[in-house]
């Protein structure tokens, strides 16, 4: 599990820098120790009960939701990942802190409107996870994720409000040299 963690946050490295292909790569090496661990499962289900397994389970679907998204701007859901619920939405609300340095990446390259995009993904899972009354309940560490998402996205919005507000400065300034030379 511990190898399948660390090829899971390899995979997320390799989206932000692009390599797609890689990434999937390096995931579908991952389904091959998750389908072992299915076969212990059954003659030993309290694997399932370890932290190891969670962490592993977490990182995993937050690397699958970050490819479908970035690659084909969907979302994959747990029954396509055969995770256990739990690990599923522990996993998604992670996906709002890559979404953040997506967002951040974009920025860098004058790119406001993907950062947007990439705000409003946050936004819609952070709205997800808080529709769902009795999660806090069942989902131990969700309350705190999303506390944590809460203070991811509203620091997002303000980079991309700022970025969008001086991107919007220099095209005035632009238009006002233009116009000051004209003259």
């Known amino acids: 599990m511990r ?7 390899q995979a997320i490295l390799l989206i932000h820098h692009g390599r797609l292909e890689e990434a999937r790569k390096l995931l579908k090496e991952t389904d091959k120790f998750f389908a072992t661990l299915a076969k212990l499962a059954k003659k030993h289900p309290e694997l399932f009960y370890s932290g190891l397994v969670g962490a592993a389970f977490q990182e995993y679907t ?6 479908g998204l970035v690659q084909e701007r969907q979302f994959v859901g747990p029954e396509e990942l055969n995770i256990p619920s739990i690990d599923y939405v522990l996993g998604l609300a992670d996906v709002i802190g890559e979404l ?6 974009m920025l860098r390259k004058d790119d406001v409107k993907q950062a947007e995009k990439c705000l409003e993904v946050m936004e819609e899972i952070f709205d997800e996870l808080m529709a769902m009354d009795d999660a806090y309940m069942l989902v131990p560490g969700l309350r705190r994720k999303c506390d944590i998402a809460r203070h991811v996205i509203e620091t997002t919005r303000g980079e991309i409000t700022i970025e969008a507000r001086r991107a919007s400065l220099e095209r005035s300034i632009r238009r006002l040299e233009k116009v000051m030379t004209k003259k």
Do not use: F, G, V, Y
């Not at 937050?62 to 490819?67: N, P, R, V």
């Not at 953040?100 to 990446?105: E, G, V």
């Open 3 to 9: 190898k399948a963690t660390r090829l899971s946050k």
């Open 62 to 67: 937050e690397a699958q939701i970050l490819l």
């Open 100 to 105: 953040r340095r997506r967002a951040l990446d």
